[in-house]
Protein backbone atom coordinates (compact mmCIF):
# COMPACT_ATOMS: atom_id res chain seq x y z
CA UNK A 1 0.00 0.00 0.00
CA UNK A 2 1.74 3.44 -1.14
CA UNK A 3 0.61 6.24 1.12
CA UNK A 4 -0.85 9.35 -0.47
CA UNK A 5 -1.87 12.30 1.91
CA UNK A 6 -3.54 14.77 0.50
CA UNK A 7 -2.96 16.83 3.38
CA UNK A 8 -1.14 20.23 4.54
CA UNK A 9 0.03 18.56 8.38
CA UNK A 10 1.08 14.68 7.57
CA UNK A 11 4.01 14.25 9.66
CA UNK A 12 6.36 12.92 7.11
CA UNK A 13 5.08 14.60 3.77
CA UNK A 14 2.48 17.19 4.82
CA UNK A 15 1.72 19.61 2.37
CA UNK A 16 3.90 17.84 -0.40
CA UNK A 17 1.02 16.59 -2.46
CA UNK A 18 -1.88 18.92 -1.45
CA UNK A 19 -2.53 20.20 -4.88
CA UNK A 20 -4.78 17.38 -6.96
CA UNK A 21 -2.29 18.05 -9.70
CA UNK A 22 0.33 16.78 -7.74
CA UNK A 23 -1.04 14.45 -5.73
CA UNK A 24 -2.71 12.31 -8.87
CA UNK A 25 1.05 12.66 -10.23
CA UNK A 26 2.53 11.01 -7.02
CA UNK A 27 0.07 8.44 -7.01
CA UNK A 28 1.23 7.19 -10.68
CA UNK A 29 4.65 7.40 -9.60
CA UNK A 30 3.40 5.18 -6.37
CA UNK A 31 1.82 2.23 -8.80
CA UNK A 32 4.75 2.77 -10.96
CA UNK A 33 7.41 1.68 -8.15
CA UNK A 34 5.46 -1.30 -7.73
CA UNK A 35 2.28 -0.42 -5.27
CA UNK A 36 -0.28 -2.30 -5.03
CA UNK A 37 -2.87 -0.55 -3.58
CA UNK A 38 -2.63 3.76 -3.02
CA UNK A 39 -3.80 4.60 -0.30
CA UNK A 40 -5.62 7.93 -0.31
CA UNK A 41 -6.13 10.49 2.79
CA UNK A 42 -6.92 13.59 2.89
CA UNK A 43 -6.85 13.91 6.98
CA UNK A 44 -3.51 13.53 9.06
CA UNK A 45 -3.58 11.63 12.09
CA UNK A 46 -0.33 12.42 13.41
CA UNK A 47 -0.15 12.92 17.23
CA UNK A 48 -1.54 16.13 17.77
CA UNK A 49 -3.60 16.86 14.64
CA UNK A 50 -7.09 18.56 14.50
CA UNK A 51 -9.99 17.35 12.63
CA UNK A 52 -10.49 18.72 9.18
CA UNK A 53 -13.69 19.59 8.22
CA UNK A 54 -15.73 16.84 5.91
CA UNK A 55 -16.15 19.10 3.27
CA UNK A 56 -12.51 19.73 2.85
CA UNK A 57 -11.64 16.69 3.29
CA UNK A 58 -13.67 15.80 0.68
CA UNK A 59 -12.46 18.27 -1.82
CA UNK A 60 -9.20 16.93 -1.39
CA UNK A 61 -9.53 13.71 -2.09
CA UNK A 62 -12.43 12.99 -4.62
CA UNK A 63 -10.92 14.43 -7.81
CA UNK A 64 -7.84 12.70 -6.55
CA UNK A 65 -9.50 9.23 -6.55
CA UNK A 66 -11.73 9.89 -9.79
CA UNK A 67 -8.46 10.81 -11.88
CA UNK A 68 -6.36 7.84 -10.80
CA UNK A 69 -9.45 5.99 -11.49
CA UNK A 70 -9.50 6.31 -14.86
CA UNK A 71 -6.17 5.34 -14.98
CA UNK A 72 -6.95 1.59 -13.31
CA UNK A 73 -5.48 2.48 -10.35
CA UNK A 74 -6.48 0.13 -7.03
CA UNK A 75 -7.43 2.52 -3.96
CA UNK A 76 -8.32 2.33 -0.48
CA UNK A 77 -9.63 5.61 1.37
CA UNK A 78 -7.94 6.91 4.58
CA UNK A 79 -11.10 8.32 6.33
CA UNK A 80 -12.95 8.32 9.43
CA UNK A 81 -15.83 9.61 7.82
CA UNK A 82 -18.80 7.97 6.87
CA UNK A 83 -19.95 10.47 3.76
CA UNK A 84 -15.73 10.24 2.76
CA UNK A 85 -16.25 6.76 2.46
CA UNK A 86 -19.16 6.83 0.43
CA UNK A 87 -18.38 9.53 -1.81
CA UNK A 88 -14.45 8.17 -2.23
CA UNK A 89 -16.19 4.42 -3.31
CA UNK A 90 -18.23 6.04 -5.93
CA UNK A 91 -15.35 7.58 -7.58
CA UNK A 92 -13.27 4.75 -7.81
CA UNK A 93 -11.76 3.48 -4.09
CA UNK A 94 -12.43 -0.24 -3.19
CA UNK A 95 -11.12 -0.38 0.51
CA UNK A 96 -12.51 1.90 3.62
CA UNK A 97 -9.65 2.48 5.98
CA UNK A 98 -10.64 3.85 9.02
CA UNK A 99 -8.30 4.23 11.64
CA UNK A 100 -10.45 4.26 14.25
CA UNK A 101 -12.26 1.03 13.07
CA UNK A 102 -15.84 2.70 12.74
CA UNK A 103 -15.70 4.45 16.29
CA UNK A 104 -15.37 7.15 15.17
CA UNK A 105 -18.55 8.07 13.06
CA UNK A 106 -21.74 6.05 13.96
CA UNK A 107 -22.62 5.95 10.37
CA UNK A 108 -18.93 3.49 9.04
CA UNK A 109 -20.24 0.57 9.78
CA UNK A 110 -24.04 0.89 7.58
CA UNK A 111 -21.69 3.01 4.96
CA UNK A 112 -19.34 -0.59 4.61
CA UNK A 113 -22.21 -2.65 4.55
CA UNK A 114 -23.98 -0.77 2.15
CA UNK A 115 -20.99 0.16 -0.24
CA UNK A 116 -20.13 -3.97 -0.10
CA UNK A 117 -16.16 -2.71 0.15
CA UNK A 118 -13.52 -4.28 2.27
CA UNK A 119 -13.41 -2.34 5.65
CA UNK A 120 -9.67 -1.91 7.16
CA UNK A 121 -10.10 -1.65 10.93
CA UNK A 122 -7.20 -0.67 13.25
CA UNK A 123 -7.39 -1.07 17.07
CA UNK A 124 -8.11 2.83 18.28
CA UNK A 125 -8.44 4.58 21.24
CA UNK A 126 -9.27 8.09 20.69
CA UNK A 127 -8.60 10.86 18.24
CA UNK A 128 -5.07 12.20 17.36
CA UNK A 129 -5.13 14.90 20.26
CA UNK A 130 -5.27 12.81 23.02
CA UNK A 131 -4.65 9.39 21.97
CA UNK A 132 -0.88 9.56 23.56
CA UNK A 133 -2.78 9.81 26.88
CA UNK A 134 -4.45 6.63 26.12
CA UNK A 135 -1.02 4.72 25.83
CA UNK A 136 -1.60 2.61 29.05
CA UNK A 137 -1.58 -0.83 29.01
CA UNK A 138 -1.45 -3.95 31.19
CA UNK A 139 -0.15 -6.22 28.59
CA UNK A 140 0.18 -4.14 24.93
CA UNK A 141 -0.06 -7.82 23.04
CA UNK A 142 -3.35 -9.10 24.90
CA UNK A 143 -5.01 -5.58 25.60
CA UNK A 144 -4.94 -4.62 21.66
CA UNK A 145 -5.87 -7.92 20.59
CA UNK A 146 -8.59 -8.06 23.06
CA UNK A 147 -9.66 -5.02 21.91
CA UNK A 148 -9.32 -5.71 18.30
CA UNK A 149 -10.99 -9.03 18.67
CA UNK A 150 -13.98 -7.29 20.57
CA UNK A 151 -14.32 -4.34 17.94
CA UNK A 152 -14.58 -6.87 14.65
CA UNK A 153 -17.10 -8.98 16.35
CA UNK A 154 -18.79 -5.40 17.29
CA UNK A 155 -19.13 -4.82 13.67
CA UNK A 156 -20.11 -8.59 12.75
CA UNK A 157 -22.75 -8.65 14.82
CA UNK A 158 -24.16 -5.15 13.29
CA UNK A 159 -24.30 -6.90 9.78
CA UNK A 160 -20.45 -6.24 8.43
CA UNK A 161 -19.51 -9.60 6.54
CA UNK A 162 -16.44 -10.76 7.99
CA UNK A 163 -14.97 -11.84 5.00
CA UNK A 164 -14.68 -7.90 4.13
CA UNK A 165 -12.83 -7.19 6.83
CA UNK A 166 -9.41 -6.80 7.41
CA UNK A 167 -7.25 -5.99 10.51
CA UNK A 168 -4.51 -2.91 11.76
CA UNK A 169 -2.79 -3.14 15.25
CA UNK A 170 -2.86 0.78 14.73
CA UNK A 171 1.17 1.43 15.05
CA UNK A 172 1.86 5.06 17.02
CA UNK A 173 -2.24 4.73 17.90
CA UNK A 174 -2.04 5.29 21.64
CA UNK A 175 1.31 3.32 21.97
CA UNK A 176 4.73 4.74 22.52
CA UNK A 177 7.95 2.81 20.76
CA UNK A 178 8.33 -0.12 23.66
CA UNK A 179 4.46 -1.33 22.78
CA UNK A 180 4.71 -0.51 18.99
CA UNK A 181 8.10 -2.96 19.23
CA UNK A 182 6.14 -5.75 21.07
CA UNK A 183 3.48 -5.59 18.73
CA UNK A 184 5.36 -6.02 15.82
CA UNK A 185 7.18 -8.85 17.39
CA UNK A 186 4.19 -10.97 18.22
CA UNK A 187 2.11 -10.53 14.66
CA UNK A 188 1.40 -14.06 14.89
CA UNK A 189 -1.17 -13.05 17.91
CA UNK A 190 -3.41 -10.57 14.66
CA UNK A 191 -2.62 -13.48 12.02
CA UNK A 192 -4.21 -15.82 14.17
CA UNK A 193 -7.40 -13.72 13.87
CA UNK A 194 -7.77 -15.40 10.00
CA UNK A 195 -8.56 -12.06 8.26
CA UNK A 196 -5.85 -10.18 6.09
CA UNK A 197 -3.43 -8.25 8.20
CA UNK A 198 -2.00 -4.83 7.63
CA UNK A 199 1.02 -3.07 9.36
CA UNK A 200 2.06 0.26 8.84
CA UNK A 201 4.88 1.46 10.31
CA UNK A 202 6.21 3.63 7.83
CA UNK A 203 8.30 6.34 9.31
CA UNK A 204 6.37 6.89 12.26
CA UNK A 205 8.19 8.22 15.27
CA UNK A 206 9.80 4.64 16.56
CA UNK A 207 10.91 4.04 13.39
CA UNK A 208 12.96 7.87 13.83
CA UNK A 209 14.40 6.64 17.10
CA UNK A 210 16.79 4.08 15.59
CA UNK A 211 18.66 6.61 13.77
CA UNK A 212 21.05 9.62 14.60
CA UNK A 213 20.36 12.69 16.41
CA UNK A 214 18.64 15.14 13.42
CA UNK A 215 18.18 12.55 10.46
CA UNK A 216 15.38 13.43 7.64
CA UNK A 217 12.31 11.91 7.21
CA UNK A 218 13.40 10.21 4.24
CA UNK A 219 16.31 8.37 6.18
CA UNK A 220 13.28 6.78 7.60
CA UNK A 221 12.72 4.82 4.53
CA UNK A 222 15.34 2.27 4.89
CA UNK A 223 14.33 0.96 8.45
CA UNK A 224 11.22 0.85 7.50
CA UNK A 225 11.48 -0.87 5.00
CA UNK A 226 13.77 -3.74 6.76
CA UNK A 227 10.45 -3.63 9.59
CA UNK A 228 8.24 -4.34 6.17
CA UNK A 229 9.93 -7.12 4.88
CA UNK A 230 9.94 -8.63 8.45
CA UNK A 231 6.22 -8.16 9.08
CA UNK A 232 5.83 -9.70 5.92
CA UNK A 233 7.97 -12.63 7.02
CA UNK A 234 5.46 -12.93 9.99
CA UNK A 235 2.40 -12.87 8.02
CA UNK A 236 1.45 -9.67 7.20
CA UNK A 237 -1.41 -9.60 3.84
CA UNK A 238 -0.01 -6.06 3.18
CA UNK A 239 2.49 -2.89 4.45
CA UNK A 240 1.14 0.57 4.35
CA UNK A 241 4.85 2.43 3.14
CA UNK A 242 6.00 5.93 1.68
CA UNK A 243 8.84 4.59 -0.37
CA UNK A 244 7.63 2.06 -2.38
CA UNK A 245 10.61 1.13 -4.25
CA UNK A 246 12.95 0.71 -1.11
CA UNK A 247 10.05 -1.47 0.38
CA UNK A 248 9.77 -3.60 -2.96
CA UNK A 249 13.12 -4.73 -2.73
CA UNK A 250 12.90 -5.47 0.52
CA UNK A 251 9.63 -7.05 0.13
CA UNK A 252 11.40 -9.33 -2.52
CA UNK A 253 14.54 -10.53 -0.33
CA UNK A 254 12.10 -11.97 2.22
CA UNK A 255 10.58 -14.04 -0.45
CA UNK A 256 13.40 -15.60 -1.91
CA UNK A 257 14.53 -16.07 1.50
CA UNK A 258 11.45 -17.70 2.39
CA UNK A 259 11.60 -19.83 -0.78
CA UNK A 260 15.16 -20.74 0.05
CA UNK A 261 13.80 -22.50 3.28
CA UNK A 262 10.83 -24.03 1.42
CA UNK A 263 13.84 -26.55 -0.68
Not at 143 to 157: G, I
Not at 165 to 182: C, E, I, M, R
Amino acid sequence: MGVLNVTSDSFSDGGRWLRSEAAVAHGLELAAAGADLIDVGGESTRPGARRVPVAEEQARVLPVIRELARSGIAMSIDTMNSSTARAAVEAGAIIVNDVSGGLSDEGMAAAVIDLDVAFLVSHWRGHSDSMNSAAVYDNVVNDVRRELEYRVAELVVRGVDPARLLVDPGLGFAKNSDHNWKLLAHLDVFTAFGLPLVVGASRKRFIGELLPAGATMDARDFPSAVTAALAAQAGAWAVRVHDVETTKAALAVAEAWKKGAER
